[in-house]
């Protein structure tokens, strides 16, 4: 069992829910179990299947093997919880939530136990929350990050939580976990990972971080975000889905982000992050934070020199940022 959770172990977090049948089925979980195999009807000889059934009368019949439940076999060995987790059987799944004493040392099992969270068995729901109380405060800030980079995006695409879901934020919110993820958001080059620090700014330990991540990132998205974030004063996240008609008369709409915002303190000058920002590399970048120059031009003192190269931006859409800012001084608004 040890060498069977080692194996499962190495699994990455996003594959939980795609795993959770195929573990079930090679392990042989649900209602087949080894006593109830069917007895072979087609003979592999090639004989009649009269002659088989004779000889079946005639030769004497093994006798039977007990296997233990699998009841039995959790109560035996606790490690077999981590396994039942995927059980079909909502009884054993929420069987194995109260065995479970120990942290998970993997990303795969920490997004294993958040997908009991979004169980269609109730009790087993409830029974996930509790283990989380118990164990969520001891799992490892890296382990519980590399999670994070999935789990946090699923809090609106998997449908079934509702009260169960905010038993993950303890465990997000603590400051080394940020720190950790702070750390993958800035050094991952692959992935999408702007989602991630979206769902993330709902915690406000993240702000101190954000500094580092909008020089430092490797991604120009969570660059472009951490200074869109200084830059405002504001950090916003996706609470939900809402909906925007388009056409009432024919039923034409269209669904949007519904987000949640909150202030963000920081000790730099507006015109500091926006000129170190105007000066990134990527002009994704560049057109965000003159996005949000526009938006708190009223707080420059002086922003002549920041208008004047953003309008020689080498990109057409930065440029027209500038261009915007050069025909529309703050005099004639």
Not at 103 to 118: D, E, G, I, Q, Y
Not at 183 to 197: A, D, M, N, Y
Not at 254 to 269: A, F, V
């Amino acid at each position: 069992m040890h060498d069977i959770l080692a194996e499962l172990a190495t699994l990455p977090a996003h594959l939980v829910v795609r795993a959770s049948r195929e573990i079930a089925n090679v392990a042989g979980l649900g209602w087949w179990q080894p006593e109830a195999r069917p007895r072979q009807l087609i003979p592999s000889d090639r004989a009649s299947l009269f002659l088989q059934q004779i000889r079946d009368r005639l030769l004497p019949k093994p006798p039977p093997v007990s296997f233990p439940a699998d009841r039995e076999l959790l109560a035996a060995n606790p490690d077999f919880a981590w396994l039942f987790l995927f059980h079909p059987s909502g009884y054993l799944r929420e069987a194995a939530l109260w065995h479970i004493a120990t942290p998970p040392t993997s990303p795969f099992f920490v997004a294993a136990l958040a997908w009991r969270l979004n169980d269609w068995v109730g009790p087993v729901r409830r029974a996930a929350m509790k283990c989380f109380k118990r164990i969520s405060a001891n799992i490892a800030a890296a382990v519980v990050a590399d999670a994070a980079l999935h789990l946090l995006e699923r809090r609106f695409v998997w449908g079934r939580w509702s009260d169960e879901v905010p038993a993950l934020d303890p465990m997000f919110a603590r400051d080394d976990v940020l720190a950790a993820l702070a750390t993958q958001l800035e050094r991952r080059p692959t992935g999408g990972l702007s989602g991630c620090l979206r769902s993330a700014l709902r915690y406000p330990g993240i702000d101190q971080h954000l500094p580092r991540l909008a020089t430092a990132a490797i991604q120009p998205p969570i660059r472009a975000i951490a200074y869109q974030c200084l830059i405002l004063r504001k950090a916003s996240w996706p609470i939900g889905f809402d909906w925007v008609w388009l056409d009432k008369v024919y039923g034409l709409k269209r669904r949007i982000p519904k987000l949640d915002s909150r202030g963000i303190e920081s000790d730099r000058p507006v015109a500091d992050l926006i000129a170190e920002g105007i000066r990134d590399r990527s002009p994704f970048v560049r057109k965000i934070v003159a996005d949000a120059m526009i938006v708190v031009r009223s707080q420059i003192a002086d922003e002549r020199a920041l208008v004047s190269q953003l309008v020689n931006d080498p990109n057409p859409v930065v440029r027209s940022r500038g261009d915007f800012l050069a025909r529309h001084p703050r005099s004639s608004q």
